[in-house]
């Protein structure tokens, strides 16, 4: 049979390549090795799709995160771009905030840029465990509304909500700067050893705060004369 | 005989008959020069020996731009044009249309067949074809598709014609075109209102002989077509009379007619035209979204195609029915004749975007719903054709973005068809689905 | 003019290259050299004082084939049409909030995409042109992006940061123009707000070297079809509105007003109006006009071979030559005469929409009850029948609209938008009064049936004949109620609406079925 495509035999088109398709090929490149790293870490650790928040499955979770993203090279962008599939993709299969939030503090973590903005307003989820160990030289700066356990474990980084947050922001901080636009939960600050929690907004409630200091529109409310340190 | 001539006679018949027989406003551009559609394509019709339906409101002009172009074209008398022409009412008969026994051997008991001018004569006319009942309708399909007729089994096969057939739009009186004879049809067109202005000038230079009329050579003609020589025997000394009133034409009007070894050449040279690869492409494109169905394989007038399905962005979803394969063959026919026409190197994507809206406009069957959705938008064609250009400018659209990626993709098919280990390109249009299926990967339907 | 000429000269070529649209051949204005193109309804046209301004730095041919490129791009690709250009600018003014800002934005962002376009697929020179326009304010960004995206020196640079971001955006994967759009919105949005500031304060506005994107782009016709698009496309009621109310003052000059164009400026644009007509466009039925009455007699209509065994007395004996020979001799095959019905045309319509709180207010939230109820509205005006509206909340109180049978458009949708948000209760005096007013129409209900006088409604429908479609929003013990109620009833159809696709199918199926058949209904 004749081929009913000879025509186009020599159809070899003429492809200019321009720096932007390079630039968006590393780019997907690059997310997909960061979805991997995801992938990985909800495999190991969130089987039947269910993980649990304790102290020690996140510090596993963030060691496995740390291991999977160990040799990517990425942006800030990169990690944009990430929590944005995180929300609006097909490639990933099932969010799960917990481990989420632990891969994406491990990524601003080892970030090479000191200074991160992450735009999540458009996000539909709200993220928790973001900027868990933020480290001493790290600014991390989220624009958006946070969503449990932002900042816990904080490590001398400073981090900014342009937005609100939800339960447990600032858990078990250590040292370092949490200042948030607008509004927190409950338990703000809970084992809290140092550092500072600034909230523009109301805090529904404080957590048992063992040290540092808590301001609530401009006022120190921790530690203060109707609250006393708390000794676990 | 190349260099234009046959062009500049065509040429200037379409500007005679523009300038003092059928007036209308240019209402097409192509390649900067500005045409009136119906005249155009009449004219690619008959050069073409292609069959056109025209649609018009009554008095516009219809019938009688088909006589012109039909007249000059191939030198027949408007007389002859005139009682050659069969007209759809629910009383014609087949012997009236294509011929009937020798009354006189009849009543000797022998068989003998009259062919009718109209089976005879290459420039067949029907006038308002929408009259003829169906079953007349059904009786003219293989004449008008092949040039066959067929009488008290004997044959007469025309060995070039044009068919214009015209049509008003629907009223009491019409029937439906059957979906076989429409399909014959390569395209249809609107013969529309001049506007007032033109309007008020018709007729006004009238006279009482009409220049295309000859008495004399339609009086030999008619005596020609009447007799009982064999039916090759008839056109070759009709062909000699036609001779004699093209010099007619040549001499008073100054237009030339083409003969028939003319219209071969002709025919030759449109042939040689060949589609350069973009229209190639877009083409397969068109006819990609016109065929196919995901869910069945293709189109199929009885299978409905559900909400839901990947392409539903793409014609295939909005249409009832499949394209034909006289499809391709009247927008390569056409293309190429108006290439020649224009005296282009080749067939491009301009060309067949003016040919094919009036090529798929009479062939699709639309959804109701696409047809509830279009019809309240403002337009300047008859609903049909309008359809059939948006369609086309969708395609268009379509091919523009992914020009490249189905080059590379076509190119891709040629190397698997030819045996190379190859990946075929995917895609999110019918076309990929399509070359897929050419080069034998099978096709993994989702449950 | 020498731009003239080189416009002729070029234009075969640059259409060619285009895969040739369907432009006129553009033309030459004067004046103006800050801005290189207009583009008035598919009539381009440069200026001549631009391209004698850069006709020293660049070729003149260049000149106009690249300012060509960057035109005939915008109408082939980004943004093809309106639709198109509606969809940029929503999802650009979720990030800015500004009309202008966000107009702009659209417009930066539709020139990245075009000219980006133009120097990966085309042979162009724009790269060459914005070399040499002024680079100041968001162009040298943008100057600078190009530096970075198409590997081009066009002597600008700066702005890393804005420009690294905004180069990872895919400007030419069309299905990602919108999350592309936010994004690069986001990006320049301290530029937007600064050019913003500086266009209030000086009053002056920095002209787009190479043609502004407006609605003078586009014919009316396109921008119809561009809004039925929008309204199918967006989320919700809100988008809609939000852009239309943007855009009024633009849609309005030209003509265009909520009953459809060219209805001139005295008609001001409703956008949540304009919504449910554009949305209902996207149902509509078609329907056959002209009832046809069988009148019982036949008359002979058209011939065919007579065959052995078939009647003789059907034989025309004129076409058949005096002959009966099988396959000479015809018969006449009879048809039924026809003619129009007693009742020509289709029934009038009374639309009776319950717009009391327990149903969706159509200014807030897309109304399930006011599309459906749209949709029959166009249904039967299309069909030159004129419809009635009761909308009623608290009737009694009077809570309601009753609007007597007419064909204006516009003033039926604004009776069926109304929303009173009361109680809910029914005058049923009204309703007799309305069906008094036509002959014999059909009754189209939408409710969820939540009606505290729903008893004496369910013996009032008991006792009419008029054809009645009963769309109920959702069930519960009143829907039971009245479906038993009136189960007896075959002038009576119920059906019920869970979301947006329910609606027209069912409105479309049900009046299809008894419109289509107009003798059904006598």
């Known amino acids: 049979m004749k081929n009913p495509f000879e025509a186009f035999h020599q159809a070899g088109v003429r492809k200019r390549e321009i720096p932007l398709d390079k630039i968006l090929k590393s780019k997907e490149e690059t997310l997909s090795t960061i979805l991997k790293g995801y992938e990985d870490l909800l495999k190991n650790e969130a089987k039947d799709l269910v993980w649990l928040m304790q102290y020690s499955t996140v510090i596993k979770a963030y060691s496995i995160a740390e291991k999977g993203i160990e040799g990517i090279e990425y942006t800030a962008e990169d990690i944009e771009e990430f929590c944005y599939a ?109 550092g500072e929690l600034i909230v523009g907004g109301r805090i529904k409630g404080l957590g048992k705060i063992v040290g540092g200091k808590i301001y609530e529109r401009d006022q120190l409310i921790f530690p203060h004369e109707g609250i006393k340190p708390f000794s676990f | 005989m190349k260099n234009g001539y046959y062009q500049t006679k065509i040429r200037g018949i379409y500007k005679y008959i523009s300038d003092n027989l059928y007036l209308n406003r240019p209402d097409v551009e192509i390649k900067g020069e500005h045409f009136n559609s119906t005249l155009l394509f009449s004219l690619l019709t008959g050069i073409n020996r292609g069959k056109e339906l025209i649609i018009g409101e009554p008095g516009l002009g219809k019938t009688t731009s088909a006589e012109y172009v039909g007249s000059i074209l191939y030198r027949y008398p408007l007389g002859v044009i005139w009682g050659s022409e069969v007209s759809g009412h629910p009383e014609q008969t087949e012997e009236k249309i294509i011929g009937r026994p020798h009354l006189g051997e009849l009543n000797k008991g022998k068989e003998r067949v009259v062919w009718s001018n109209f089976a005879q004569i290459p420039v067949k ?63 249809l067109i609107e013969s529309r209102h001049p506007g ?73 040279e449109m042939v040689e035209i060949d589609f350069d690869l973009d229209t190639n492409a877009f083409v397969r494109m068109a006819l990609a979204e016109l065929s196919f169905c995901h869910k069945y394989g293709q189109k199929r007038s009885v299978e409905v195609c559900e909400e839901g399905c990947h392409y539903t962005g793409y014609l295939c979803h909005h249409i009832k029915n499949c394209a034909s394969n006289r499809l391709p063959i009247s927008i390569r026919n056409y293309a190429q004749a108006l290439a020649w026409f224009l005296e282009d190197d080749g067939v491009d994507i301009e ?27 403002g337009r300047n064609d008859p609903f049909q054709i309008y359809l059939a250009k948006e369609a086309t400018e969708e395609i268009f659209q379509r091919y523009n973005e992914q020009r490249e990626y189905l080059l590379d993709a076509l190119s891709v098919g040629y190397r698997a068809f030819a045996g190379e280990e ?26 | 003019m020498e731009i003239e000429e080189i416009i002729k000269k070029v234009w075969p070529r640059v259409k060619k290259k285009h895969l040739f649209p369907h432009l006129p051949l553009p033309t030459m204005i004067e004046g103006g050299d800050d801005c290189a193109l207009e583009i008035k309804s598919k009539q381009l046209s440069i200026s001549n004082a631009f391209y004698e301004k850069l006709k020293d730095k660049m070729d003149g041919e260049e000149i106009v084939e690249a300012v060509l490129d960057h035109g005939i791009t915008h109408y082939m690709y980004c943004p093809w049409d309106f639709h198109t250009h509606l969809t940029l600018y929503n999802e650009a003014k979720k990030v800015v909030r500004q009309k202008e800002q966000a107009q702009r934005a659209t417009t930066y962002f539709m020139d990245v995409v075009t000219d980006t376009y133009c120097v990966k697929e085309k042979n162009t020179k724009i790269a060459q042109l914005y070399k040499n326009l002024p680079k100041h304010g968001m162009y040298e960004v ?124 005295a008609n001001p644009i409703d956008a949540n109006l304009l919504y449910y007509m554009k949305l209902a466009e996207s149902y509509t039925l078609p329907i056959r006009k002209l009832p046809i009455e069988k009148r019982g007699y036949l008359h002979p209509h058209a011939h065919m071979p007579w065959e052995i065994g078939k009647p003789f007395a059907d034989i025309d004996i004129w076409t058949s030559f005096g002959k009966i020979i099988p396959g000479i001799t015809q018969i006449w095959t009879k048809r039924e005469g026809e003619t129009h019905g007693e009742f020509e045309g289709t029934p009038d319509c009374l639309i009776v929409i319950d717009s009391s709180g327990s149903m969706i207010n159509p200014r807030e939230r897309l109304s399930y009850a006011v599309l459906g109820a749209a949709c029959a509205c166009n249904a039967y005006l299309k069909l030159e029948s004129k419809a009635a509206v009761y909308n009623f909340s608290d009737a009694l109180r009077g ?54 006088n729903l008893e004496r409604l369910i013996e009032f429908f008991n006792k009419i004949e008029n054809r009645v479609t009963a769309v109920h929003l959702g069930s519960n013990v009143h829907t039971t109620r009245f479906k038993d109620g009136t189960e007896k009833k075959k002038n009576i159809s119920i059906f019920n609406v869970k979301n947006k696709e329910d609606i027209p199918k069912i409105v479309l199926g049900k009046v299809k079925e008894y419109l289509a058949s107009p003798a059904k209904w006598r």
């Open chain 3, 399 to 452: 809570n309601k609209i009753v609007l007597d049978f007419n064909h204006e458009k516009e003033q039926i949708y604004q009776a069926i938008c109304r929303y009173f948000g009361g109680g809910t209760a029914m005058d049923l005096a009204d309703i007799t009064y309305l069906l008094s007013r036509a002959n014999n129409p059909d009754i189209f209900i939408i409710t969820d049936m939540q009606i505290t």
């Open chain 2, 351 to 377: 060309h067949v975007r003016l040919i094919i809206p009036h090529v798929l406009a009479h062939r699709i069957q639309w959804k109701d719903s696409y047809l509830s959705k279009k019809e309240g938008e």
């Open chain 2, 422 to 447: 190859v990946t075929p390109l995917e895609g999110d249009h019918p076309i990929y689905e399509e070359i897929k299926k050419d080069i034998g990967v099978k096709d993994e339907k989702p449950l």
């Open chain 3, 142 to 265: 943008l100057t600078s992006l190009y530096e970075k995206i198409w590997g081009e020196n066009l002597g600008s640079g700066g702005h890393e940061e804005l420009v690294n971001r905004l180069s990872r955006i895919p400007y030419l994967e069309r299905k990602r123009w919108r999350e592309s759009i936010k994004k690069f919105t986001k990006v320049i949005q301290d530029i937007l707000e600064k050019e913003w500031e500086n266009e209030q304060q000086s009053s002056q506005r920095e002209p787009n070297p190479l043609g502004e994107h407006s609605l003078k782009n586009y014919s009316l016709e396109e921008i119809d079809r561009g809004l039925r698009e929008f309204a199918t496309a967006v989320e919700d009621l809100q988008e809609f509105r939000e852009t239309v109310d943007d855009l009024r003052e633009e849609l309005e000059e030209k003509g265009y007003g909520t009953g459809g164009m060219g209805r001139g400026k």
């Open chain 1, 86 to 194: 995180l929300d609006h993709s097909d490639q990933i299969p099932y969010l799960i905030t917990g481990p989420a939030g632990v891969y994406i503090s491990a990524l601003c973590n080892h970030a090479k840029e000191e200074e991160i903005y992450l735009h999540l307003r458009d996000l539909t989820v709200k993220i928790n465990l973001l900027g868990y160990r933020l480290p001493t030289d790290k600014k991390l700066i989220v624009e958006g509304n946070v969503g449990d356990f932002t900042g816990i474990g904080l490590d001398g980084g400073e981090f900014i909500i342009e937005g609100s947050g939800k339960n447990y922001t600032g858990a078990g901080m250590k040292r370092g700067r949490i200042i948030v636009r607008h509004n927190l939960g409950f338990n703000t600050g809970h084992g809290m050893t140092g």
């Open chain 2, 196 to 268: 007032s202005n033109i309007a008020y000038i018709i007729g006004k230079e009238a006279s009482s002989n009409h220049p295309l009329r000859h008495p004399q050579y339609e009086k030999e003609l008619h005596q020609i077509l009447r007799g009982d020589k064999p039916y090759e025997e008839k056109m070759t000394l009709a062909e000699g009379v036609c001779n004699l009133f093209g010099d007619y034409l040549k001499e008073h009007l100054g237009l030339e007619g083409l003969n028939k070894d003319e219209r071969n050449n002709v025919n030759e």
């Open chain 2, 125 to 187: 006319i029907v006038d308002e074809i929408n009259r003829l009942p169906e079953t007349k309708q059904s009786m003219i399909l293989n004449g008008v598709d092949r040039g066959n007729w067929e009488y008290l089994n004997e044959i007469l096969i025309n060995d070039e014609y044009s068919l214009f057939a015209t049509a008003n739009y629907q009223d009491r009186g019409t029937n439906t075109i059957i979906a076989p004879l429409i399909d014959r049809f390569d395209v």
